[in-house]
């Protein structure tokens, strides 16, 4: 059906910059929506940043004014523009897309990436 592979991950010092990368690919119809999670050690998932195709994004309080979530459609890949990055951002980073596929185009189901670490030093 789909596939989401992420990359971007990484160790940064506090103050800096990562840029996360998701695609996706198999038979897709349409992305409908898409979100990046994030779940630390001990913690429970957190939604950080999720857009709707052609709505508004929504951000976590936490990653307001620092974090963009963004999409290539001709790629079908998404983005996370980490900036001012702290060490509370710590976490393991997972994408997420909602996705109708050729065969089940009015039909649309949640698709997670592996997931990539990002530890962020002080």
């Known amino acids: 059906q789909v596939q989401l592979v992420e990359s971007g991950g990484g160790l940064v010092q506090a103050g800096g910059s990562l840029r996360l990368s998701c695609t996706a690919s198999g038979n897709i119809f349409r992305i409908n929506a898409m979100a990046w999670y994030r779940q630390a050690p001990g913690k429970q998932r957190e939604l950080v940043a999720s857009?709707?195709?052609?709505?508004?994004?929504n951000y976590a309080d936490s990653v307001k004014g620092r974090f963009t979530i963004s999409r290539d459609n001709a790629k079908n890949t998404i983005y996370l523009q980490m900036n001012n990055l702290k060490p509370e951002d710590t976490s393991v980073y997972y994408c997420n897309a909602n996705i109708a596929t050729i065969l089940h185009r009015l039909y649309a189901d949640d698709y997670w990436g592996q997931g990539t670490q990002v530890t962020v030093s002080s």
């Open positions: 857009e709707t195709t052609g709505s508004s994004t």
